[in-house]
């Protein structure tokens, strides 16, 4: 056992068989490492192709939705406006409807009490003083007294 060359022949065989049982095992691993990489390379090449419109799509989106937000925001100020304005119109309308009952009723009672003063039935006597008093009050002299003054009214 003390040829070396026999080692050294053993030693290549071995060698041999080892790297051929490493190469038979491998070699399905490799192909499935080449399938895998071809896979790879294809949804590589539809994600180039895929992928930058999509992300501009999701982009212009982004955007779009941005700009009806701004739109809504504004529609909503304006709505607010409108809102204000109504409700200061309807407090004006409320305030000048207050002023044109208190007008109206102001209107009827002066209109009544007109009406009750020139269909009251005056006595003679009243029409006389005043009717004097008026002429007292032309020649700027008075001969009535505060007394009848009173009387007359």
Do not use: C, H, Y
Request: hydrophobic letters at 40%; proline letters at 5%.
């Amino acid at each position: 056992m003390s040829e070396p060359l026999f080692w050294l022949g053993l030693s290549i065989l071995l060698v041999a068989v080892s790297l051929t049982a490493v190469l038979v095992t491998a070699i399905p691993a490799f192909q499935e490492l080449a399938r895998a990489a071809r896979s790879a390379e294809k949804l590589f090449d539809t994600l180039s192709r895929e992928l930058p419109p999509t992300l501009d799509a999701i982009r212009m989106t982004g955007l779009e939705i941005t700009d009806l937000s701004d739109d809504v925001g504004e529609g909503v100020k304006s709505a607010t406006q409108i809102v204000k304005q109504v409700d200061r119109s309807i407090d004006g309308a409320r305030k000048q409807a207050q002023n044109v009952n208190i007008n109206t009723r102001s209107i009827l009672i002066g209109m009544k009490t007109a009406w009750k003063a020139f269909t009251r039935p005056q006595s003679p006597k009243k029409l006389i003083n005043r009717r004097l008093s008026a002429l007292n009050q032309k020649k700027g002299s008075s001969s009535s007294t505060p007394r009848e003054w009173d009387r007359d009214v």
